[in-house]
């Protein structure tokens, strides 16, 4: 099978996290969190629909999310913290790109962002902490499960934790609560879990 490249596209060294076809501000587009900046690309042909400036003192990985028609959350761990931007089209094309919140109340190192009644959750360092979406304030923080990853399971948070510790926690706004946890895997394990049916892998 022979490949053809359809288009190549900005200036920034690449990031971990893997790109993501989203719709923001009523665009389809193609989101890309690179080495010192977090972007949209046309997914036609590629062109820079925006770019806003991020730290490149440390790895990007953990996944921008969107939430809400026009806005992303943007997270880095290493200290660097969360940043809830807003897009608003230009007369003429492309965007403008305003902050709305910048906090380090949130640090994601790569674990995916759940997003649940106005509430994001997600891991601040390896700490499990609930911010409120419209402010940026911190709402609670609480266990210890290292740089894992998260899963939304209902009305529930899969937590699969560092030292192997698989836990569910209740998804909610107004206090950190385990429902259950048990041993998985012996090691450390920073690998996604899949979930299909009552299956988990």
């Given at each position: 099978v022979q490949c053809t490249r359809v288009w190549a596209a900005g200036e920034g060294s690449a990031g971990y996290a893997s790109p993501r076809l989203v719709t923001?501000?009523?665009?389809?587009?193609?989101?890309?969190?690179?080495?010192?900046?977090?972007?949209?690309?046309?997914?036609?042909d590629g062109r820079v629909l925006w770019s806003h400036p991020w730290s490149a003192r440390q790895p990007n990985v953990a996944q921008p999310l969107p939430v809400g028609?026009?806005?992303?959350?943007?997270s880095s761990g290493y200290g660097i913290g969360s940043e809830l931007i807003e897009l608003t089209p230009r007369v003429g094309g492309g965007f403008e790109v305003a902050t709305i919140w910048a906090s380090r109340?949130?640090?994601?190192?790569?674990a995916s962002m759940i997003l649940h009644d106005g509430h994001v959750f997600g891991l601040d360092d390896g700490i499990l902490a609930c911010v409120d979406l419209a402010r940026g304030q911190r709402r609670w923080k609480g266990g210890r499960y290292g740089h894992g990853q998260l899963l939304r399971v209902g009305p529930d948070l899969l937590v699969m934790a560092e030292s192997g510790d698989v836990v569910l926690v209740a998804l909610d706004g107004d206090e950190h609560r385990e429902v259950t946890r048990f041993q998985a895997i012996d090691g450390k394990v920073w690998n996604p879990p899949a979930l299909a049916g009552s299956r988990l892998l």
């Amino acid at each position: 099978v022979q490949c053809t490249r359809v288009w190549a596209a900005g200036e920034g060294s690449a990031g971990y996290a893997s790109p993501r076809l989203v719709t923001l501000a009523g665009v389809t587009q193609v989101v890309v969190f690179n080495n010192n900046s977090v972007a949209g690309h046309a997914p036609s042909d590629g062109r820079v629909l925006w770019s806003h400036p991020w730290s490149a003192r440390q790895p990007n990985v953990a996944q921008p999310l969107p939430v809400g028609p026009r806005r992303l959350l943007v997270s880095s761990g290493y200290g660097i913290g969360s940043e809830l931007i807003e897009l608003t089209p230009r007369v003429g094309g492309g965007f403008e790109v305003a902050t709305i919140w910048a906090s380090r109340r949130l640090k994601s190192k790569f674990a995916s962002m759940i997003l649940h009644d106005g509430h994001v959750f997600g891991l601040d360092d390896g700490i499990l902490a609930c911010v409120d979406l419209a402010r940026g304030q911190r709402r609670w923080k609480g266990g210890r499960y290292g740089h894992g990853q998260l899963l939304r399971v209902g009305p529930d948070l899969l937590v699969m934790a560092e030292s192997g510790d698989v836990v569910l926690v209740a998804l909610d706004g107004d206090e950190h609560r385990e429902v259950t946890r048990f041993q998985a895997i012996d090691g450390k394990v920073w690998n996604p879990p899949a979930l299909a049916g009552s299956r988990l892998l």
